[in-house]
């Protein structure tokens, strides 16, 4: 076998492969560097999932009732949804209640009164006229809620009237014609008196009055009562000059009233018995007490603050609210 001689080139080649294995050899094996990735997202916890609740079962929604204002109740409730308190009263009374010659609306006393006691119950006032006859015999119907007419209280219209607490208190006078013959109240036994119709003055002529509170100072007998519609129109008769009649009977304010706007009369004696005044409602409306009661709360107010004191001396020149012993 013939042996291969390499030259001086060849051999540091061989050297140096030789001894890159023998490095390759011993050195630690190299690490394989795995390709680019993206870092995986972090991932909270997962929570074990609770429990899952078995459906409530659905109520059926409450019905609500539509909302409406309740039906009125008593007349109080009636009036104050109305907004107006309807008022009757005699425009033929002066100076209690009469036709204002300038503003041509109803003006007096009375009147005053009403329109104040409207205001404190929060309502408006509508005033109506029936004759007098009607309003005292009550079963009104409806037509007005309150009479606030110098209305006297006695027993036998209690028995078809409410009354309020009085507010206020006049006499009962005697006048005639101021040529008359006649001097005292004795001598109109066998005479013919003018009064109004349904009014005490036409009861106490009778003998047949009864009040409240009062006692008849002086009963006038053998008298005739002749009735016309208001009081007014005896005294407006007597100033035309009808003889059918020897005087009037009426309220003491209306007759000084008609003398100081020239009337031709003059008084007879003294005031034969004393009224007590008040506001009356009719007994045949259902529920009538609460008003009744908030009307005479308001008129007792009346009398308590001087309101009622102030309105009398206006109209009549003294205080007629409270009453004289």
């Known amino acids: 076998m013939r042996t291969r001689v390499f030259g001086p080139a060849s051999f540091v080649i061989a050297l140096l ?19 680019t990735q993206a870092p995986a997202p972090t991932v909270a916890p997962t ?45 033929n ?19 005053d009164v009403a329109k104040e006691v409207a205001k404190r119950l929060g309502v408006k006032v509508e005033f109506i006229t029936p004759s007098w006859d009607i309003i005292v015999a009550a079963n009104w119907g409806g037509r007005w809620d309150v009479s606030i007419g110098s209305m006297t209280i006695t027993p036998d219209r209690a028995k078809v009237l409410f009354f309020s607490s009085p507010y206020y208190y006049t006499p009962a006078q005697f006048g005639v014609h101021k040529n008359s013959a006649i001097a005292k109240v004795e001598d109109f036994a066998g005479k013919t008196v003018c009064v109004g119709a349904g009014t005490t003055y036409e009861s106490y002529l009778a ?23 208001t009081d007014s129109e005896c005294i407006q008769a007597i100033q035309a000059g009808r ?16 003398i100081k706007n020239g009337a031709p009369l003059k008084m007879v004696g003294d005031p034969v018995y004393y009224e007590d005044l008040a506001a009356a409602f009719d007994r045949n409306v ?7 009661e908030a009307v005479t709360k308001i008129i007792d107010d009346m009398r308590k603050d001087g309101t009622l004191t102030k309105l009398a001396v206006k109209w009549y020149g003294v205080d007629l609210s409270t009453k004289k012993q």
């Open 286 to 292: 259902p529920n009538s007490e609460p008003f009744v």
């Open 17 to 35: 492969t030789i001894t890159s294995l023998v490095l390759a050899a011993c050195g630690p094996a190299a690490t394989p560097v795995p390709p």
């Open 243 to 258: 003889k059918e009649f020897a005087s009037v009977l009426t309220a003491l304010p209306t007759l000084e009233d008609a």
């Open 47 to 91: 929570k074990p999932p609770e429990p899952t609740k078995a459906p409530e079962p659905t109520k059926p929604p409450t019905p609500v009732p539509p909302t409406a204002t309740p039906a009125p109740k008593t007349l109080l409730d009636i009036i104050k949804a109305r907004g107006v308190m309807k008022v009757s009263t005699d425009p």
């Open 207 to 229: 003998g047949e009055l009864t009040l409240e509170g009062e006692k008849i100072l002086k009963q006038v007998t053998g008298a005739k009562a002749q009735p016309l519609e």
């Open 93 to 111: 009374y002066k100076p209690q209640s009469f036709i204002n010659e300038t503003t041509k609306e109803l003006d007096g006393f009375d009147i």
